[in-house]
């Protein structure tokens, strides 16, 4: 699933190269797969449909860009696109003359009470706003207790419960004690309703003119589905939204809700919730969503950054290097070391929605990062033909390299096996199309042109010579496409692990790397 | 079904509530549970990812008494039960739910049928309107496929536009409607553990299932307040259990869930109750650690018996997207769910993607929600549901 969507428009594209610019037919062929990508995220039906539209627009005339394949830049355009329409920038919360009134709002059990506690502890420990907290939620079994527990946890101050009070009375009275005891802020949790439910949509519209809140929130969860352009319609028009607090997004869902309501709305993504806990409350960040309901995670923030910062020839000569299938033990050091530079294996798992699960059986399978360390021994103890020539390792080399790194001769044989795997892969590759070897390894490099160099100068300059060489006889018309499958993680090829195919994947070393700037 | 009582009338919610109020007196002495050596030493690893809860297996169990039963909630009960004849069963309102959410969809095939004959856009048209109920772009797609063969072409009314979907539908989902099956062993309750994402309705469902399973069959029912983690997750399912007189069993907050489960099936044993309800903190899916503080629960529990627990319902929020294909996997793969329920049908959205999860993993759909009150659970009739997801009356 984690890029079917990129692999598809490959499929579609592949025929397409080295035509000038992207035609009707071009867009109208991959425009299936977006729209297919999309539903599966949840966005809605209507707001896919418009999405769609627009991108066409965008998209056909456009200019192939060159040493770019027209995947890659449909993908880049509904990128944007979808940035763009979840809100570029990220929305602060008002304030008015004090008390400030938050109203939180929204379906039954989509996380209101606990957004409540979240928003009312992060304004009082980041911004030293006097908060108070009120539940108006008569209706829940517990859910003033709720609150009130919650209050207690986090250190904010509650309303205290008085039995068989309305919630406009309840409102009133919290208006009243801020008031007087020089509240800055009244949060308002509200009971959960359904949006057809026009008695209770009465109720909160009452609370809302007795209150007039400078913020209403809409407290959605994550996983909604088709309906989220329901309920944000009907509460929008109810009470008059100012923004969206998207919970869950901790879950695996692709969160197409979020592009959903931001559409039907127009009202921003304030904030997102992230977890259980109280200080489990983060602001919202459109690219994040957008790699994600596109399925890629952060990929294609990553890769834009690579954009930015690689040279594009100098990574088709990479890629070369990989086509002819030469991968050995130098290559595979760099790919662990720059993984363990963007914050080793854990990190990269939670960069990426839907495999942020896997952490634990990662780690389960004890492919954590003292595993990578103990791989990283292994070649560091290997002599530099070791290290180029992987087939020189004998039985009696095995012993030595073991003895030297601290591991055993079934490490070796381990390591070894991975990078056959890594080879065989890269094999694969060359039939499938070179190209898509290179994006990932832009991901992987981006920005990080220093330290490749401090790398490269580990090595053996002789070694690097060759690889120049090398470098330099191939090259030849390549379009990345970093999306496509065939990367793979460094020694997790073999181990039965998930399948982590899509992740971008790196090797290839160069010590003479200048840092140049694309375009 | 036996009755449901409204729940808007502001009086009687009131009512309602300062009896839940008053039921539990404080002081209620605690009930030491006898826990020898060779009880389960939960292994400390698995805690709530949240809370760090290091407890110890025995702790405070308090039991919630049955509350007296009295003539006041003898005319109450009456009335709701006269109240049931003005509101119709499950499916009126449910029918009402989904038909005030359907507009959009019935307005669709109403356009639809101005064009005589079955043709790709009107396939598309219907695909799009299944798609818009939550069905996912696959299953709609497979379900217009299936519906097509040997219409398309054919001329065709809005009719039985509506009548063979509704049937296509229907066939898909049938397999799954199955009622739940009590089967009371003789040494003890039967036991059935909830699960779910957070906020699904897993607390609300017990408290439905238990008054159901005692109207029903005269259960004596129990319940175990296995959410040791949300803040007043234990007060709320008391108050569940005061209001169908079932006995709660529970422990401090940041208990260890398994102990309570352990405990609680121990305690109804003893009591000779029939039924044990197993309630659980929500969890997300991809949350390996609460996946498999949930396994251990069952792991606890089969240490008390084999056969435990009789069934794992996984309680599924029918505004639930396409990710409801991930929570079951998940759950069925750590726990082996049962069956499940589908709450909020009352609600806006169709859940349709459980037409997609029939196909798929064939999980019974033992009941599902359609409001908050405690008689608004109902037996899942796939030809009800299907028909007023295209637009027909019951
Ligand atoms: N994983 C996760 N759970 C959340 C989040 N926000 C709320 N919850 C959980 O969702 C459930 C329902 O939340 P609650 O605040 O009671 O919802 P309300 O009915 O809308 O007030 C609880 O179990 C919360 O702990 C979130 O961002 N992530
Ligand atoms: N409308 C409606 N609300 C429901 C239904 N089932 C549960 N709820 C509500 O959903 C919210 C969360 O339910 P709860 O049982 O606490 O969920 P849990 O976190 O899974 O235990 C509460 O406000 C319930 O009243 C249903 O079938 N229909
Ligand atoms: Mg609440
Ligand atoms: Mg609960």
Redesign the interface.
């Known amino acids: 699933m984690f890029d079917s969507l990129s692999e598809k428009l490959g499929g579609v594209f592949s025929k397409l190269r080295g035509k000038g610019s992207l035609s009707e037919n071009d867009v109208m062929a991959v425009s299936r797969e977006i729209?297919?990508a999309l539903?599966?995220?949840?966005v809605?039906?209507p707001v896919v449909k418009d999405f769609i539209a627009q991108i066409k627009d965008k998209a056909v005339g456009q200019d192939v860009i060159r040493g770019v394949n027209p995947a890659q830049q449909v993908i880049k355009i509904v990128h944007d696109e979808l940035v763009n329409m979840l809100g570029s920038e990220a929305d602060e919360l008002k304030f008015s003359s004090p008390p400030s009134v938050y109203l939180m709002v929204g379906?039954?059990?989509?996380?209101k009470?606990t957004s409540t506690a979240k928003i009312a502890r992060m304004l009082s420990e980041k911004q030293k706003k006097k908060v108070l907290m009120a539940s108006l939620d008569?209706?829940?079994?517990?859910?003033q207790?709720?609150?009130?527990?919650?209050g207690e946890?986090t250190g904010v101050a509650t309303l205290d419960i008085v039995?068989?009070q309305?919630p406009v009375d309840i409102t009133k009275r919290a208006l009243d004690t801020a008031r007087k005891e020089g509240y800055d802020l009244v949060m308002l949790d509200t009971a959960g309703r359904?949006?057809?439910d026009e008695?209770?949509m009465d109720e909160v519209k009452a609370v809302k003119k007795a209150s007039n809140p400078i913020e209403t929130l809409l407290v959605a969860?994550a996983?909604?589905?088709?309906?989220a352009v329901?309920?944000a319609t009907?509460f929008d028009e109810a009470v008059g939204l100012s923004g969206i607090m998207l919970t869950?997004v901790?879950?695996?869902?692709?969160g197409?809700?979020a592009m959903s309501m931001k559409a039907v709305t127009g009202k921003p993504i304030k904030l997102i919730g992230v977890?259980?806990?109280w200080d489990e409350i983060e602001t919202f960040h459109p690219d994040r969503i957008a790699g994600r309901i596109l399925g890629m995670g952060d990929v294609v923030s990553l890769v834009e950054k690579a954009v930015e910062t690689v040279d594009a020839e100098d990574a088709q000569k990479m890629a070369a290097k990989f086509k002819k299938g030469q991968f050995d033990y130098n290559d595979l050091l760099t790919q662990m070391q720059q993984m363990s530079k963007m914050g080793g294996m854990g990190t990269m798992m939670k960069m990426m929605p839907?495999l942020?699960?896997m952490?634990?059986?990662i780690a389960?399978a004890g492919l954590d990062d003292s595993f990578v360390k103990r791989q990283e021994a292994i070649i560091f103890s290997m002599t530099k033909e070791e290290r180029e020539k992987p087939d020189l390792l004998n039985a009696k080399r095995k012993k030595r390299i073991a003895a030297g790194s601290g591991t055993s001769v079934q490490d070796i044989n381990k390591l070894a096996k991975q990078l056959k795997q890594m080879q065989t892969m890269m094999k694969k590759m060359r039939k499938m199309g070179t190209g898509k070897m290179m994006g990932m390894m832009k991901d992987l490099m981006g920005g990080k042109a220093d330290e490749m160099e401090m790398m490269a100068q580990s090595m053996d300059p002789d070694a690097l010579a060759k690889d120049m060489a090398d470098i330099q006889g191939s090259g030849g018309a390549l379009g990345p496409n970093p999306f496509a499958q065939g990367g793979g993680l460094p020694g997790l090829g073999g181990l039965g692990g998930p399948d982590l195919g899509s992740l971008p994947t790196h090797g290839g070393k160069k010590k003479d790397r200048k840092k140049k700037k694309k375009r | 079904m036996v009755f449901w009582r409204k729940k808007k009338n502001a009086k009687e919610q009131e009512e309602q509530e300062r009896e839940d109020k008053i039921v539990h007196p404080p002081g209620e002495p605690a009930i030491e549970p006898s826990i020898d050596e060779d009880d389960p030493k939960l292994d400390p690893e698995t805690e709530h990812e949240l809370e760090e809860n290091g407890s110890e297996i025995i702790e405070d169990l308090d039991e919630t008494p049955v509350p007296k039963h009295t003539a006041q909630d003898d005319t109450k009960e009456h009335e709701d039960l006269s109240d049931h004849s003005e509101e119709g069963g499950w499916l009126s309102r449910l029918t009402t739910g989904l038909s005030k959410s359907t507009n959009k969809f019935t307005q669709g095939l109403t356009d639809l049928v101005t064009k005589k004959k079955l043709d790709q856009d009107m396939l598309d048209e219907l695909e799009e309107l299944l798609i818009a109920a939550d069905l996912g772009p696959k299953t709609a797609m497979k379900v217009v496929e299936d519906f097509s063969q040997g219409r398309f072409g054919k001329d065709i009314s809005q009719e039985e536009v509506q009548e063979a979907l509704a049937d296509s539908i229907a066939a898909i989902l049938k397999p799954v409607a199955l009622p739940f099956n009590i089967q009371k062993p003789d040494n003890g309750p039967f036991v059935i553990l909830m699960c779910g994402v957070n906020g699904a309705g897993k607390t609300t469902t017990i408290g439905k299932l238990a008054q159901n399973f005692k109207d029903q069959y005269g259960y004596k029912v129990m319940m175990a307040a296995g959410d040791t983690f949300r803040a007043a997750a234990v007060e709320q399912l008391e108050v569940w259990s005061k209001r169908t007189n079932s006995t709660l069993i529970k422990k401090d907050v940041g208990a260890d869930a398994a102990s309570v489960a352990f405990e609680a099936y121990a305690k109804a044993k003893e009591e000779g109750a029939d039924v044990l309800l197993i309630d659980t903190a929500g969890r997300l899916q991809n949350k390996a650690n609460l996946m498999e503080e949930l396994a251990k629960i069952i792991r606890v529990l089969k240490k008390q018996d084999e056969s435990l627990p009789h069934e794992v319902v996984l309680v599924l929020d029918s505004t639930t997207g396409q990710n409801a294909f991930s929570q079951l996997e998940t759950f069925k793969e750590m726990v082996h769910v049962s069956g499940l329920v589908v709450t909020k049908l009352d609600g806006s959205a169709k859940g349709g993607v459980l037409i997609g999860l029939a196909d798929q993993f064939g999980v019974p759909v033992y009941a599902v929600g359609v409001g908050e009150a405690v008689n608004d659970l109902q037996p899942f009739e796939p030809q009800h549901y299907a028909r007023s997801l295209v637009g027909l009356s019951g």
Not at chain 1, 250 to 254: E, P, Q, T, Y
């Open positions: 729209r297919i539903l599966e995220a949840d809605a039906l379906l039954q059990g989509s996380g009470t008569v209706y829940r079994p517990a859910a207790e709720q609150l009130a527990q919650l946890q039995e068989g309305k359904l949006s057809i008695t209770m969860d996983m909604t589905g088709q309906d329901q309920t009907a869950r901790d879950g695996d869902a692709r197409g809700a977890g259980e806990k839907g942020s699960g952490q634990d059986k389960e």
